[in-house]
């Protein structure tokens, strides 16, 4: 199967942004927050309703390029619903059990003065007012729609469809990406990325459909940035 000359144009500049150019902008954008959130109080505001329309943009295009491909359906891109009620609840509930202990253990950790595990690769991202913890939820349930679609979705379904590859490497090329666009987080936190998104990899190849991995991308996000234990932030002006 191959792609028509539009879609293999598209698609191709889809991933040379999401492999190169959205992390460049990224880590930009990351720096300039931990720069200037101190002193400028719409910073945190204004990054993040630019990282969400830059999400949707992304998953129009994505959205595009099937409508286009006369080889691409919503199936072949996971936009389906196989799972039966009884299982999509189990899993949610499943996994708010876990994220539940996870940060009771997290909170004991930060009680004693520890640092929260990976916490730091993305510290700046975690909202300190009410206001912020709003935009906080958006982009996470954002993040867990579009870059199911993008990422998940198209990417596998382009690297079967247009490059022959089979499913499990068009995969790991899809993470591989995906991997890349948290390059704002550092090593350590394209680790913990790279395990997230693995299991959200595995989980999409073995339902063929993305409704699980965006509920629980989604989840995880807010987990994240709305319920673990924030650093504690020395005044300012005390400093030694």
């Not at 191709?12 to 927050?33: E, F, I, K, N």
């Not at 990899?201 to 339902?207: A, E, G, N």
């Not at 063929?208 to 994240?224: Q, V, Y």
């Amino acid at each position: 199967m191959s792609f028509t000359p539009l879609t293999l144009v598209l698609s191709g500049a889809l991933v040379v942004y999401l492999a190169v150019v959205s992390p460049l902008l990224g880590r930009r954008a990351y720096d300039r927050l931990a720069r200037t959130r101190d002193r400028d109080p719409t910073a945190y505001r204004r990054m993040f309703t630019l990282w969400s329309a830059e999400l949707w943009a992304l998953a129009a295009v994505a959205l595009l390029i099937v409508a286009v491909e006369p080889r691409l359906d919503a199936a072949a891109v996971g936009l389906v619903i196989n799972e039966s009620p009884d299982t999509v609840l189990g899993m949610i509930v499943g996994f708010l059990v876990a994220a539940a202990a996870g940060v009771l253990v997290l909170r004991r950790l930060a009680a004693k003065g520890r640092a929260v595990p990976g916490q730091e690769a993305y510290s700046h991202l975690l909202p300190r007012t009410a206001a912020e913890r709003w935009y906080a939820a958006g982009l996470s349930v954002t993040a867990g729609v579009t870059e199911e679609i993008v990422y998940r979705g198209l990417l596998i379904a382009a690297g079967t469809g247009a490059l022959g590859l089979s499913k499990e490497v068009a995969a790991l090329g899809a993470l591989a990406v995906f991997v890349a666009g948290h390059l704002y987080q550092g090593g350590r936190g394209m680790l913990m990325v790279t395990l997230a998104g693995l299991g959200l990899t595995v989980l999409y190849l073995r339902t063929g459909s993305l409704l699980l991995p965006i509920l629980l991308h989604a989840l995880i996000d807010l987990r994240g940035l709305l319920l673990s234990p924030q650093p504690r932030r020395e005044p300012v002006g005390n400093a030694a």
